[in-house]
């Protein structure tokens, strides 16, 4: 990467150390599938998924291993859960926040009978608990929602949310693609019957690596979304019903699991808290050095508190676009621009339909970059007066 990389809510960068050389292990001295073959290579390899597992469901509070499904990122687990359980007279409560991996399938299945409302945000992103309460009826089957906004970093109350999914026996899934790696994300705190999460974010490792946990109450009511061969029970044409194989069809994305796994052992090691300090930290001094400039209005929150990295700033008076091609253009600094895949929270955010210029900070941004960064945008609007 050449430059400055400030767009970690798209895709962490760098990786954590050990994750390619983990892939390459697997490419060049493994090689073999998971779950088919007798024979040592074969094994290996599976001990590596299955603490892969492990390490995921020890991370997310899980009670079972087997609960832990791979998938190929978020988008499809989120699907996975919502087309495998909503039919034609459910009723699904969601946030004004959400990103289009929940709001689209939501659109595609209002179309056949599923009903969905959005639960009023307050300006800075925050859910507000009473406008969740007075949505709940009779049919509402789900409460899915975003653990922290991909565009302005609010973390949402979630443990607020989830008490109430638990007073009226409802379920409740977690979107936690903001926060999976810098955060507690623990099913028992949280009341999640599911989490779907990403590799490829804070968690710090490849793309195409996603899954979620999912507790045995709701596992019993969602569908297999994809159904095949398992290398399990191959005497029957009927899919599995045990976990993980019940929603684990086809070969995985083994070389991906075998970077994931390198991942996870360097966040164990080096500690999400720690991490989430050193991101904070670097927020707060962007957020410190920039929130008085000219022209410049944060979306959501100035504060440290009830976020993650991630700062959208709205350019008063100038082309969000126009800014953002600027600092890349001339000071190198990698920024994501528009509406972030999240129309609804930048209508509730009031940056609609302009969107944002985003700034994303991971554990490997340094002083250094934020001053260059702040300086770069000071600059870029005084050559625009």
């Known amino acids: 990467m050449k430059g400055i990389y400030m767009d970690n809510g798209a895709t962490a960068f760098p990786k954590a150390p050990g994750v390619a050389e983990a892939m390459a292990n697997y490419i060049t001295n493994v090689g073999c599938n998971v779950g088919r073959g007798a024979y040592e290579d074969a094994f290996a390899a599976q001990r590596i998924v299955l603490e892969t597992r492990e390490l995921l469901c020890e991370l997310f509070n899980c009670d079972k291993v087997e609960n832990v499904v791979f998938t190929k990122n978020i988008t499809e687990s989120l699907n996975a859960i919502m087309k495998g359980l909503l039919k034609a007279g459910d009723h699904v409560i969601i946030s004004s926040m959400e990103h289009n991996a929940v709001t689209r399938p939501l659109n595609s299945l209002s179309k056949k009978g599923v009903e969905f409302s959005r639960a009023k945000c307050f300006p800075d992103g925050q859910v507000d608990l009473e406008s969740v309460r007075s949505l709940i009826k009779e049919s509402t089957k789900a409460i899915i929602m975003m653990h922290a906004s991909n565009v302005c970093g609010t973390v949402l109350d979630l443990e607020g949310v989830g008490r109430i999914a638990r007073e009226h026996d409802i379920f409740f ?41 999912i507790n045995d109450r709701l596992c019993e009511q ?15 044409e009927e899919q599995p019903h045990f976990m993980p194989d019940k929603f684990e069809s086809g070969t995985q994305n083994i070389v991906g699991i075998y970077g994931l796994n390198a991942s996870l052992k360097f966040l164990k090691e080096k500690g999400i808290e720690n991490i989430r300090e050193h991101e904070l930290e670097m927020t707060m001094e962007f957020i410190k050095r920039v929130k008085d400039l000219p022209g410049v209005k944060l979306a959501g929150k ?20 126009e800014i953002g091609f600027v600092l890349e253009h001339e000071y190198h600094i990698s920024t994501r621009v528009g509406l972030h895949c999240a129309p609804s929270a930048h209508k509730t955010l009031g940056t609609f339909p302009q969107g944002t210029v985003r700034f994303s900070f991971g554990y490997a941004t340094t002083l250094e970059q934020i001053e260059y960064a702040a300086d770069a945008i000071k600059r870029t609007l005084e050559s625009m007066e």
Request: glycine letters at 16%.
């Open 302 to 321: 100035e504060t440290g508190e009830g976020r993650v990295a991630v700062v959208s700033i709205d350019f008063e008076g100038s082309d969000n676009a």
């Open 222 to 236: 969602v569908e297999p979304f994809i159904e095949g061969g398992t290398g399990s029970t191959s005497e029957s």
């Open 173 to 213: 899934i977690v979107d936690a693609a903001q926060t999976a790696g810098v955060l507690d994300v623990d099913m028992k705190k949280l009341n999640a019957d599911a989490i779907a999460f990403t590799g490829h974010k804070s968690l710090l490792g490849p793309p195409g690596m996603g899954g979620f946990v």
